[in-house]
């Protein structure tokens, strides 16, 4: 919306200042700082409104560890609702509005988020943790990550809108035609799955979904750029950079729920905040032709998918668990470790996996 402001060549004339509007770097910092606001100014009216309408909050899984019966027994969720709300704020405020892709983003965004929050209210109303049926979820998943894809493919521009580049080879790039379709759906129901999967411990998920959203933050911003992008050899697709101030505001609303969420955690994001985020990130991964790169910077989350995968797997073959307990997470938790070092250690994991999905742009 302020965007549009620099666009009015009399009115930027007048006052000259306006002009930083034009500037993805400007914008991306102001939508930071607005998501952060709002969560920051709302978020304990938000939360004081989820823990009267829920009562006795999220249900806690009794298969999962004992201690959570007790330490999160109480606590409100759909968090998510938040996160969602500073994000397209801060969107709608600083983006421009008459970029493709920043609309279907924003449309998978709340696409997974009211997913997620129908799975939160049935898990409520029933005091169940068992909410919509996976097979339901993951096929209405399919069908909104399906859509978004095809939009970016007419959004873009042949043969690069249906193909896939591969890291570290500057040439190698595979047009899949509408394969790609699939791909891509599969790239971003995959990733909100994966982060619905991390988001078992306080404060667990949201900082690598920060740290995976400020790395496509500028990996989206070299994209867009012509310059950049002929510099380091990637891929440019236009209109790409727009999508770094959906990542700041994504980022902003994170450190805002942070502050919430903090062990011991006031509220959870639930389903509507794991499912959203994910897809938001699985999204901007396809529209900016980084979809291998998204698995090496969120390689935290296909961890712990993968855990999951292997442990269903090798039960039902063999009837042995490979871990103590899934998600990998919750194994940990079963050898020991707290609570908080679980926690800063799989930060740790995610910044230096974000460091190596970065260094994927420079070698070639």
Known sequence: MLYW????????EILGPLNVFRYITFRTGGAVVTALLFVFLFGPMIIERLRVTQGRGQPIRNDGPQSHLVTKKGTPTMGGLMILSGLVVATLLWANLANGYVWVVLAVTLGFGGIGFYDDYLKITNSSAQGLSARTRLALEAVIAGAAVIVMVQIGRAPLSTSIAFPLFKDLVINLGWFFVVLGAFVIVGAGNAVNLTDGLDGLAIVPVMIAAASFALIAYLVGNV????YLQIRHVSGAGELAVVCGAMI????GFLWFNAPPASIFMGDTGSLSLGGLLGAIAVATKHEIALAIIGGLFVLEAVSVIVQVVSFKLTGKRVFKMAPVHHHFEQLGWTEAQIVIRFWIVAIVLALLGLSTLKLR
């Open 5 to 12: 402001l620099s666009q009015f060549s009399n009115v930027s």
């Open 227 to 230: 310059v950049f992008s002929d």
């Open 252 to 255: 902003g609303a994170g450190l």
